[in-house]
């Protein structure tokens, strides 16, 4: 059990007055003459001095000791505490960096894949212009021979006026 400050003054306080009331009481009840007695009584005052010193003594070391063990104690809590909170602060930039690697790695995918698809696009682009450019010449025939082939077929084909005869209505497009 730990001696407190109150608990030590206590303990002083009861010695001091113990001792005064056993000398009191030696005086009263010794058989000694009053000069014998006065020099009992203060050999035993002397005593009680003595071993207050000691016990003072004895206190304050204890005291002293306790002192440096609670601020040893303290000081141990400090630094792990200082430990922990590093350790996590450590922790907490390993994470920051590794979720930086990755979103890196992510951004770096996106635009590498939105530059093919670019690409891809450009190429399909002008692939299409190209069959569109090729088969843009005002013309139903893409090359003689179609031509050819058309004009032979229109050749069988009915007019207007014999369409009409034959009772059929001709077409609006070719008047």
């Not at 000691?54 to 000791?65: R, T, Y």
């Not at 920051?96 to 690697?101: C, M, N, S, T, V």
Request: aromatic residues 2%.
């Amino acid at each position: 059990m730990e001696a407190t400050p109150a608990k030590s003054n206590g303990l002083w306080k009861g010695l001091l007055a113990g001792g005064l009331i056993g000398a009191a009481a030696g005086l009263l009840f010794a058989p000694r003459a009053g000069k014998d007695t006065r020099a009992k009584l203060n050999e035993d005052v002397a005593k009680i001095k003595e071993r207050s010193a000691e016990w003072m003594s004895i206190a304050q070391e204890k005291a002293a000791g306790l002192a440096e063990t609670a601020k040893e104690s303290g000081l141990n809590k400090i630094q792990e505490t200082k430990e922990i909170a590093g350790a996590a602060v450590d922790s907490l930039k390993s994470a920051a960096g590794d979720l930086k690697d990755s979103a890196n790695t992510i951004i770096s995918t996106i635009k590498k894949e939105a530059e093919e698809t670019k690409e891809t696009v450009k190429a399909n682009a002008e692939e299409t212009k190209e069959k569109l450019q090729a088969s843009d010449n005002s013309s139903l025939a893409q090359n003689e021979d179609e031509m050819k082939k058309l004009g032979k077929e229109m050749d069988a084909m009915k007019t207007n006026s014999e369409l009409k005869k034959d009772g059929f209505v001709s077409d609006p497009a070719q008047r």
